[in-house]
């Protein structure tokens, strides 16, 4: 089990998984929580989603991001169409895997050469990544989601 707070359908999920570990007073609290929070999460979910829905991504980020950011996407209507890692080891995509689309591409320390490449391949609607990526693609012209910070 993974817990991850990215996207309301995730947070929901590890409230719950996270209260399975407590007695009932938890659960019962944890249910309170996603009701007071849905209707707020539904309403920007509701206002995005009609222009997001069926749009594609693609996501090449450290640590867990290419993993856990996918159900914020996917709760928008975005498929995420690739992702990888630029370290990981065997478990990241051990658990990387179920959490895709069947077909997802996954790639592992790909050069801004070849992420360009994927890119022109799959034609994202969206790339997410790193600083190094950012450029190229705003000047290929592609809508560009910077993950390692919030420039």
Do not use: C
Request: aromatic share 12%.
């Amino acid at each position: 089990w993974s817990s991850t707070f990215f996207g309301p359908t995730k947070i929901e999920e590890s409230l719950r998984a996270i209260a399975e570990r407590f007695d009932d007073k938890i659960k019962k609290n944890v249910e309170k929580v996603i009701k007071k929070y849905k209707p707020m999460m539904k309403e920007i979910v509701d206002e995005y989603k009609p222009r997001l829905d069926g749009k594609t991504a693609m996501l090449f980020v450290g640590g867990l991001r290419p993993r856990h950011t996918v159900g914020a996407y996917e709760d928008l209507g975005i498929q995420i169409t690739g992702t990888g890692y630029e370290f990981a080891h065997q478990d990241d995509y051990d658990r990387t895997a179920p959490e895709m689309a069947k077909g997802t591409l996954i790639y592992d320390d790909v050069s801004e050469f070849e992420l360009e490449k994927y890119v022109e391949e799959f034609k994202p609607d969206l790339v997410g990544s790193g600083i190094k990526e950012k450029y190229v693609f705003q000047k290929s012209g592609i809508p560009f989601r910077q993950m390692h910070s919030w420039d």
